[in-house]
């Protein structure tokens, strides 16, 4: 089975705060997302990533940034947090199928982010 | 405006009933999936059905596609309580970027015993 780990479930910073959330898969999938779920709004691509240190903007990729220097793990960062930026992160990842990014998708548990 | 969308937003049935969601989208696709997602969890792939598939079946669950009415839906037969979740339709569109999944913002089904 397809597993994919985030590093924390539940986490509360700071406004101003750097925030690192880790992503882990061990099915040596080439894509990895990140994406935030907010009530009403649904899941919204932050950023992904095809391939090892590539990476590309998703449709919301203001005030964070990723990291990816290993195939299995893809960071997001929030350089500095802020109060808008509280919601439920999501990472997934998937294979490559034909050249595409679009099949399956594999989910972590998600990390429920307050910033105060 | 979005570009899945499902229908009912929320939708309360009994225990052994069946229950029909729809998704409804607006471009052209690569392909349809649906996704669960349990309270507080992460999302969890069900079944995917590609552009040139009508009909596709797994278990308990039957999705049909018809691209004519860029529409979709997901039939779940013999509910049981652990089936309260949200679901989540998701089309493969082309972007910028290249293709990309984009996610609808859900029907949430409770089954009561």
């Known amino acids: 089975d397809v597993k994919v780990t985030q590093s924390s479930r539940y986490l509360v910073k700071r406004t101003g705060e750097k925030v690192f959330l880790e992503c882990v898969q061990d099915?040596?999938?080439?894509?990895m997302f990140w994406y935030r779920q907010d009530p009403g709004l649904g899941l919204r691509l932050i950023y992904f990533?095809?391939?090892?240190?590539?990476?590309e903007k998703g449709d919301i990729p203001e005030g964070y940034s990723v990291s990816r220097e290993k195939k299995e793990r893809f960071s997001l960062i929030l350089e500095s947090a802020s109060t808008n930026q509280t919601s439920m992160y999501l990472c997934?990842?998937?294979?490559?199928?034909?050249?595409?990014?679009?099949?399956?998708?594999?989910f972590g548990p998600g990390t429920r982010l307050t910033v105060l | 405006s979005q570009q899945g969308e499902e229908d009912p937003q929320a939708l309360s049935i009994q225990e052994g009933e069946n229950a029909t969601m729809n998704c409804s989208y607006k471009t052209s696709i690569n392909n349809l999936q649906w996704y669960r997602q349990n309270s507080g969890r992460g999302l969890v792939h069900l079944i995917l059905?590609?552009?040139?598939?009508r009909e596709k079946h797994s278990g308990r669950l039957r999705v049909t596609l018809d691209t004519s009415k860029k529409s979709s839906s997901l039939l779940i037969t013999a509910s049981r309580a652990a089936d309260t979740a949200s679901y989540f339709c998701a089309t493969a569109v082309k972007n910028q970027a290249g293709t990309a999944l984009i996610f609808g913002k859900g029907t949430t089904l409770s089954v009561s015993s």
């Open positions: 997934a990842s998937s294979p490559l199928y034909l050249g595409s990014y679009t099949d399956t998708q594999y």
């Open positions: 099915m040596d999938h080439e894509n």
């Open positions: 990533s095809y391939d090892v240190k590539m990476k």
């Open positions: 059905i590609r552009s040139n598939e």
